[in-house]
């Protein structure tokens, strides 16, 4: 910890880059992932770069999910896909609703 401040001083911030949801949010909330991106930051706070990797690798795939939703469109993916076979086996019908026809409204 230097005995100035001189970032402060000088009135920039030269750390702020390093972290994505940490910037100036607009207003004033912070963002969406900035929880699992503290986390991992913390968790590798004082380990090194080789340790950080191993050790915090779930935190590294919490802050990545949030960021991406990588895990949650093949999820969909999957959803979508299981329900067009179930149609073409003519196990499932979908509604009219989902289909673009709807009652004719009064």
């Not at 702020?16 to 963002?31: C, E, I, K, T």
């Not at 991106?37 to 050790?55: F, I, P, S």
């Not at 919490?62 to 299981?82: G, S, V, Y």
């Amino acid at each position: 910890m230097p005995f100035w401040g001189l970032q402060k001083q000088l009135g920039i911030d030269v750390d702020s880059w390093l972290l994505r949801q940490s910037m100036p949010q607009p207003y004033g909330q912070a963002g969406l992932c900035h929880a699992f991106e503290r986390e991992w930051v913390e968790c590798g706070h004082g380990l090194g770069q080789t340790r950080a990797r191993r050790e915090c690798q779930l935190e590294y795939e919490d802050f990545m999910e949030c960021m991406n939703r990588t895990k949650m469109a093949q999820r969909l993916r999957m959803i979508l896909e299981q329900r067009d076979r179930m149609i073409k086996e003519g196990k499932y019908t979908p509604p009219a609703h989902h289909m673009g026809k709807e009652e004719p409204r009064p």
